[in-house]
């Protein structure tokens, strides 16, 4: 089980541009959650997917658009850049299930 | 009433000693708390969770107490090793329909084992 997966890990960007982010649930997991980690912080919530839908979201501007595709995989979007927007971004997935959370490596974004 | 409030920051602790970090809420509709460990350039670790149903739960080297009408929980690390200098983070969440609601993090403990 390769658990949760996803891409790129390091990401550098300039301020005002686009970047998008990939992620590859656990086998068996349908939702996918999408969470910002600030240096030195804890995880915050930016949305969460299911069935390709956007079920629940959190306090994050329109900037930041997801979606999720039929085999649950996702991307996270982010548009026009800002330096604020530099941090880990964690991808976790889950199953209806049970509660349990499973996280990934992060991919780490480098606005300049 | 969202936040989840993580103390101490910091904690440093001898090779063999009980690191505690505690953790507190005001929102009473959370039903789900778990914690996770955290090391440098990795994605959090699922370490161990609990119900607000029960008060003590022990899985290997960890413990987690809950006590539901202070609205506190706290984790245990016995024996701790230099392996488990980490970040740790607290969470919460409303488990409603048995789907994972999102997860409200604490602020982190950063915790130094010495050998």
């Known amino acids: 089980d390769a658990g949760v997966t996803q891409s790129p890990t390091h990401l550098i960007k300039t301020r005002g541009q686009q970047v998008t982010l990939r992620c590859s649930p656990k086998s068996g997991h349908d939702t996918v959650s999408w969470y910002q980690q600030a240096l030195g912080q804890g995880p915050q919530f930016i949305f969460q997917y299911y069935e390709e839908e956007e079920r629940q979201r959190g306090n994050f501007p329109d900037r930041f658009s997801g979606h999720q595709f039929p085999n649950y995989s996702s991307e996270l979007n982010v548009n026009a850049l800002l330096l604020g927007d530099s941090a880990l971004y964690l991808c976790?997935?889950?199953?209806?299930?049970?509660?349990?959370?499973?996280f990934g490596q992060g991919t780490r974004l480098t606005v300049v | 009433q969202q936040q989840v409030k993580q103390s101490p920051q910091s904690l440093i602790v001898q090779k063999g000693g009980i690191p505690i970090i505690n953790c507190a809420y005001e929102?009473?509709?959370?039903?789900?708390f778990p914690w996770y460990q955290q090391f440098p350039g990795k994605g959090p670790a699922l370490l161990i969770a609990?119900?607000?149903?029960?008060s003590e739960k022990k899985e290997g080297r960890f413990t987690i107490s809950f006590n539901k009408s202070a609205k506190q929980f706290s984790l245990h690390i016995m024996d701790s090793q230099p392996g488990d200098s980490a970040t740790y983070f607290c969470?919460?969440?409303?488990?409603?329909?048995?789907?994972?609601?999102?997860?409200?993090f604490g602020t982190g403990t950063l915790l130094a084992v010495q050998p």
């Open positions: 929102n009473t509709a959370f039903d789900y």
């Open positions: 976790a997935s889950s199953t209806g299930q049970v509660p349990e959370a499973f």
């Open positions: 969470a919460a969440a409303e488990n409603y329909g048995g789907a994972t609601n999102k997860l409200i």
């Open positions: 609990i119900r607000p149903d029960v």
